[in-house]
C-alpha cells in the first residue's frame, strides 16, 4: 500500500505545477473516458488546495464537487468552466487532423 501512496504524493506534487497541471488534464482527456477525466480534474483540485478551497472559489458546495468529480460523476459543462476557471486553467478545442477538415452540410 505504501507505493500507491507514494505515487499520489508524487502526482500530487508534480500537478502543482499549472503546466504538469494542463498536461495531464490533456492526457486524460485523450483517451476519450469521461471517468478519467473527471478523476484526473480531482486530482488537479487537491493539488491546487483541496475542495474546500475549490468550493470558496466557484461557489459550489464542496460536497457537490466531491460528487461531480468521482467517476461515476455528470457534471454539466458550466460546472466543470467554473472548476477550470478556479483552478487558471481552460479547456480548448483545436482540429484533429489539419489533412481531415469537416465538411459542410
Known amino acids: 500500500m505504501k507505493r500507491t501512496h507514494d505515487y499520489h504524493k508524487s502526482l500530487i506534487k508534480a500537478l502543482k505545477n499549472p ?45 457537490n464537487l466531491y460528487k461531480m468529480l468521482s467517476d461515476k460523476g455528470h457534471p454539466e459543462i458550466q460546472s466543470i ?5 478556479a483552478l487558471g486553467l481552460k479547456l480548448t478545442v483545436s482540429v484533429q487532423d489539419e489533412e481531415k477538415p469537416l465538411k459542410a452540410a
Open 19 to 63: 503546466n504538469e497541471a494542463a498536461e495531464y488534464l490533456n492526457a486524460a482527456l485523450e483517451e476519450g473516458d469521461k471517468e478519467m477525466f473527471l478523476i484526473a480534474l480531482r486530482n488537479v483540485a487537491e493539488a491546487f488546495g483541496g475542495m474546500a478551497k475549490l468550493s470558496r472559489l466557484t461557489n459550489l458546495k464542496r460536497a
Open 81 to 85: 468552466h467554473k472548476v477550470m476557471e
